[in-house]
C-alpha cells in the first residue's frame, strides 16, 4: 500500500510519535477529518453535501498526482461512513467527526477487520478479486459498513477488472467501494461509469507555504519564509513531497532552516542569480551571461536546474504580462516579483515566446549531453546573440535601400554591434526570422471557401407571407455559397470536392462526379436544392468530363500565386540574406493597408529556437 498524502491542516492534531523513535512529519501531520484537508475543496464540498442529502455511492474513483491525498481521503470517507460515539448518539454516516470515535483509531492505524486496503500493484489478478468478491457477501463484524479501498487500482489485469464489474455495479447494501490512482486513462470505462469521480488537483504553492508555516510553529522549527518557498516550488503541488523535504531540510540545517541550506540540499540556483542572468540574457551581454553560469556552477548548481529555472522565471515573466496580479504569489522571492513586474513591462512577447522556446529545448540538450555545463553554455549564447540580430524591418529596409548591410547598433561597453543595446534600449532583444509572410501583391488561397456574387438575392424561407419567394441562382458559384448560408457543410464540403461541372442553368445542373462521390449524392442535392429555392431542380449526371472540381481550381491558383511569390525580387533579397529560411503561410494585405518602402513585408511569428 503507497504511503497517503499529507494534507493535515492547523486544526489536526499530530499523531504521537511511536516508542521506537522519530515519526516523519509526512505521518505525524496526516489528515484525519475532512477539515484537515488543504486545496480540495471542491471535492469536500460535493461530498459533504451527498453525506448531508443521504446520496451516498456505492463506489468512488480517487485521481491525481502523487501525494495530493487520495489515499488520505479514503481513510476519512471509510471513517465519516463509520463515525459511531460510545453513546451511541451517531446514527449514520456522517462528515462531522469533531472527536475520536469507536472505530476511528483502528481505521485510521489501517487494522480495521471490515476496512480492507489493497495494493493493486501486487494484488491484480483475477483470484485476488474473486476473494472480494466471496467476502463482500458477508455483514461487517463491528463496522456500519465494509469498505474496500484498492490502490492504483489501474494496475488491475483486464480479467480482475471484468471479474469485479458485477460485484461493483450492484453490491450488497453494508459494502462500498473508493479506489485510487494516479493513471485515470488506464480504467476501464466501464468501471469509471460505476463509480463517482474526484479529481484531486495540486495544492497551490502559497497554500504549501502556509500549511509549512504552520507545522514549523508546532514542531517549534525557525524557517525562512524564502526557504519554505522553495521548497514548495519544488514540490509541485504534492503536499507529501513538501513535508518530506521540510523534513530533509530540517536535518540538513540542524537548527533554523535557511534558502541557503534549502538551495544547497536541493542543487538550486540563488533565484535572485537566476533573474540577474535572465536580465545579461535580455541584454545580450553574453560575457555576463556566461561569467554568472559558471558562478553558479562553481557553488553546486546543476546546469539543468539552472536552465530549467530560466524557463520557469520566464514563464512567469509571461503570466505577469498577460496577468499582472500573479506577481503577488507569496511563494515567490520579493526581488521575483519586483523585477518581473519591470520585466513584464519592458520585454515584448515574441521575445518571452523565443526565449522559453530556446530554454525548452535547450534543458533536453544539457540532460542529455555528455558535458551539461558547456551544453548549457551553448544555450546561452544562442539566446544571448539572439538579443544582438536586427530586426526584420531593419532587415526590409536595408534590403530596399540597395540590399546594404542590416544596421549596426550601439554596444553596452563601447564596442560595436556585438554587444547588448544601451541602457535608453532597454531590454528588447533584436528579432531574428526563419519565417516570412509574402510582400504586397500575393494572393490568399481560396480553396476552402467560394465567394458569393454581390447580385444574387438570398431567399428568406419561413416568412410570414402566405408563400415563400422563388430563389434564382445564376451560377454554380452561388449555389455553394447557398449550401454555405443553409449551414449544410456536408453538401458544400462535396460540392467542391466531387463535382465536376459541366452546364449550370437556373433549376437545372448537369455535372459529373468523382469517383469517391457519396451514391445518394444526386438524389439528396436535388430535394435540397427544391426545398431551398422553392422551386423544382433537375440535377443529371454527365458521361462528359467536366471542369476540374472547385477545390482542383483553387488548388492551382494557389500554386500559381506561390510560383508568383517566389519569383519577387524582394522574397529572393530576403531568402538570400537569411540562408535555410523558407516562405511559410501566403497572405494577401488589404488594399487600404499603408504600404513601406521596398514593399511591404510583415514581421514572422516567432523564431524557432535553433536560429
Not at 475543496?41 to 442529502?53: G, K, Y
Not at 546594404?404 to 560595436?416: D, I, L, M, W
Not at 443553409?486 to 459541366?502: C, F, G, N, S, Y
Request: one cysteine or more; hydrophobic letters at 40%; aromatic letters at 4%.
Amino acid at each position: 500500500m503507497s504511503e497517503p498524502a499529507n494534507l493535515s491542516g492547523p486544526g489536526s492534531a499530530p499523531a504521537e510519535a511511536p516508542a521506537g523513535g522519530y515519526r516523519v512529519l509526512a505521518r505525524k501531520y496526516r489528515p484525519a477529518s475532512f477539515e484537515d484537508l488543504i486545496g480540495q475543496e471542491a471535492m469536500v464540498r460535493t461530498i459533504s453535501n451527498a453525506f448531508e442529502s443521504g446520496r451516498i455511492p456505492q463506489a468512488w474513483i480517487l485521481t491525481g498526482v502523487r501525494g495530493v491525498g487520495k489515499t488520505t481521503t479514503a481513510r476519512i470517507l471509510a471513517r465519516a461512513l463509520n463515525y459511531e460515539l460510545p453513546d451511541g448518539s451517531i446514527k449514520g454516516p456522517t462528515i462531522h467527526m469533531p472527536v475520536m470515535g469507536v472505530q476511528d483509531q483502528a481505521i485510521i492505524d489501517s487494522r480495521h477487520i471490515d476496512i480492507l486496503e489493497m495494493d493493486a500493484a501486487s494484488h491484480n489478478s483475477v483470484d485476488d478479486v474473486r476473494q472480494i468478491n466471496d467476502a463482500v457477501r458477508y455483514a461487517p463484524v463491528s463496522a456500519r459498513y465494509k469498505v474496500y479501498i484498492l490502490d492504483e487500482v489501474h494496475m488491475l489485469s483486464g480479467a480482475a477488472f471484468n471479474a469485479l464489474l458485477k460485484t461493483l455495479e450492484e453490491p450488497p447494501p453494508h459494502a462500498k467501494f473508493i479506489f485510487a490512482t494516479t493513471e485515470i486513462r488506464k480504467v476501464p470505462v466501464t468501471v469509471l461509469s460505476r463509480c463517482q469521480r474526484f479529481d484531486l488537483r495540486r495544492v497551490d504553492a502559497a497554500v504549501l507555504v502556509e500549511h509549512l508555516q504552520k507545522i514549523a510553529a508546532k514542531e517549534n522549527i525557525k524557517a525562512e519564509p524564502a526557504a519554505l518557498a522553495l521548497i514548495a516550488r519544488a514540490a509541485e503541488g504534492s503536499v507529501r513531497d513538501a513535508l518530506s523535504l521540510f523534513d530533509q531540510g530540517i536535518a540538513h540545517a540542524a537548527g533554523p532552516v535557511r534558502a541557503e541550506d534549502v538551495r544547497q540540499m536541493l542543487g538550486l540556483a540563488d533565484r535572485v542569480r537566476i533573474v540577474d542572468l535572465f536580465e545579461a540574457l535580455m541584454k545580450g551581454d553574453i560575457a555576463g551571461a556566461l561569467s554568472e553560469l559558471r558562478a553558479q556552477y562553481d557553488i553546486g548548481a546543476d546546469p539543468a536546474v539552472v536552465l530549467s529555472d530560466l524557463a520557469e522565471f520566464t514563464h512567469f515573466v509571461t503570466r505577469v504580462k498577460v496577468v499582472p496580479t500573479v506577481a503577488d504569489d507569496v511563494s515567490l522571492s520579493e526581488a521575483e516579483r519586483v523585477r518581473g513586474r519591470a520585466f513584464a513591462t519592458q520585454l515584448s512577447m515574441r521575445v518571452l515566446s523565443r526565449c522559453w522556446q530556446m530554454l525548452l529545448k535547450g534543458v533536453g540538450e544539457v540532460q542529455a549531453s555528455g558535458r551539461p555545463v558547456a551544453a548549457a553554455e551553448m544555450v546561452l549564447v544562442r539566446i544571448a546573440y539572439a538579443a544582438d540580430l536586427p530586426t526584420p524591418d531593419e532587415v526590409i529596409k536595408s534590403l530596399g535601400e540597395g540590399g546594404g548591410a542590416a544596421p549596426s547598433r550601439p554596444s553596452t561597453n563601447g564596442g560595436s554591434a556585438s554587444a547588448g543595446p544601451t541602457a535608453s534600449q532597454s531590454f528588447a532583444p533584436r528579432q531574428d526570422t526563419q519565417r516570412f509572410d509574402a510582400p504586397r501583391g500575393a494572393a490568399r488561397s481560396s480553396a476552402a471557401a467560394s465567394p458569393r456574387p454581390s447580385d444574387e438575392p438570398v431567399a428568406q424561407l419561413g416568412t410570414a407571407e402566405p408563400a415563400a419567394p422563388t430563389l434564382s441562382l445564376g451560377s454554380f458559384e452561388a449555389l455553394i455559397a447557398l449550401a454555405n448560408d443553409k449551414r449544410d457543410i456536408t453538401t458544400k464540403m462535396a460540392l467542391e470536392r466531387d463535382v465536376r461541372l459541366v452546364r449550370f442553368e437556373d433549376g437545372q445542373l448537369e455535372i459529373a462526379l468523382q469517383p469517391n462521390a457519396p451514391k445518394t449524392f444526386v438524389h439528396n442535392l436535388q430535394r435540397k436544392l427544391t426545398a431551398w429555392t422553392g422551386k423544382r431542380w433537375v440535377v443529371v449526371v454527365s458521361r462528359e468530363q467536366g471542369a476540374p472540381t472547385m477545390r482542383d481550381q483553387a488548388n492551382d491558383r494557389q500554386a500559381e500565386v506561390r510560383e508568383q511569390v517566389m519569383s519577387d525580387p524582394l522574397v529572393l533579397a530576403v531568402l538570400k540574406k537569411f540562408p535555410g529560411a523558407t516562405v511559410g503561410q501566403i497572405t494577401q494585405r488589404g488594399e487600404d493597408e499603408g504600404a513601406v518602402e521596398g514593399g511591404d513585408f510583415a514581421p514572422p511569428p516567432d523564431m524557432d529556437e535553433e536560429d
